[in-house]
């Protein structure tokens, strides 16, 4: 089974922090992605990576930034944290072939900004 | 741009009942997959619909794929209380869009005893 961990279920941080988001997943997937969740808007896509060291903005990066130096990890930042942050944040991964590209969540962390 | 609309997007039924969610997207593919959300929880994945006519089921759910009308279907058989939940559909639109899936704004279904 693929498994897809997040550092925390829950994370309370407070305005101006750099808030570090952390992804791993042990299946060899090529591609992983950062969701945000909020209530009426659906799944909105921040950030996505297709291979290591190489990552693409998504429809809403703006305040983010990520990182993935190793194939299984995926790190989102925020770099100056605001309450408008506060939301529940999705990671994903996917195998990345032409054929097949069904994403595995993990299962979430609920941050919260003061 | 790529448009993925699910209908309805709430649903409140009578345990026992049938109805079907609709999945409509705009663009060629044959690739579907549909998700379930607990609420408060993360998405995992129900279905995996991967040619045109595909057909999936377990138990109450059933999802079907139609890629010439750009639509897939998620049927629910007697509904029971434990199905309540938001269902989600996302298309795979191929590799013009980077190994990307496009979601629907997700259905929350809620079933009443």
């Known amino acids: 089974d693929v498994k897809v961990t997040q550092s925390s279920r829950y994370l309370v941080k407070r305005t101006g922090e750099k808030v570090f988001l952390e992804c791993v997943q042990d299946?060899?997937?090529?591609?992983m992605f950062w969701y945000r969740q909020d209530p009426g808007l659906g799944l909105r896509l921040i950030y996505f990576?297709?291979?290591?060291?190489?990552?693409e903005k998504g429809d809403i990066p703006e305040g983010y930034s990520v990182s993935r130096e190793k194939k299984e990890r995926f790190s989102l930042i925020l770099e100056s944290a605001s309450t408008n942050q506060t939301s529940m944040y999705l990671c994903?991964?996917?195998?990345?072939?032409?054929?097949?590209?069904?994403?595995?969540f993990g299962p979430g962390t609920r941050l919260t900004v003061l | 741009e790529l448009k993925v609309e699910q209908n309805p997007l709430f649903l409140s039924m009578q345990e026992g009942k049938n109805y079907t969610i609709y999945c409509n997207y705009s663009?060629?593919?044959?690739?579907l997959y549909w998700y379930r959300q607990d609420p408060g929880k993360s998405l995992e994945s129900l279905f995996v619909?991967?040619?045109?006519?595909a057909v999936k089921q377990e138990g109450r759910l059933m999802a079907s794929l139609d890629t010439k009308a750009r639509l897939s279907t998620l049927h629910i058989t007697a509904a029971v209380h434990d199905l309540s939940a938001t269902y989600f559909c996302?298309?795979?639109?191929?590799?013009?869009?980077?190994?990307?899936?496009?979601f629907g704004a997700g259905t929350i279904l809620r079933v009443k005893s």
């Open positions: 996302a298309v795979d639109p191929n590799m013009e869009y980077g190994n990307k899936l496009v």
């Open positions: 299946m060899d997937h090529e591609n």
């Open positions: 619909l991967l040619s045109n006519g």
């Open positions: 990576s297709y291979d290591v060291k190489m990552k």
């Open positions: 663009t060629t593919s044959d690739r």
């Open positions: 994903a991964s996917s195998l990345g072939t032409a054929s097949y590209n069904e994403q595995f």
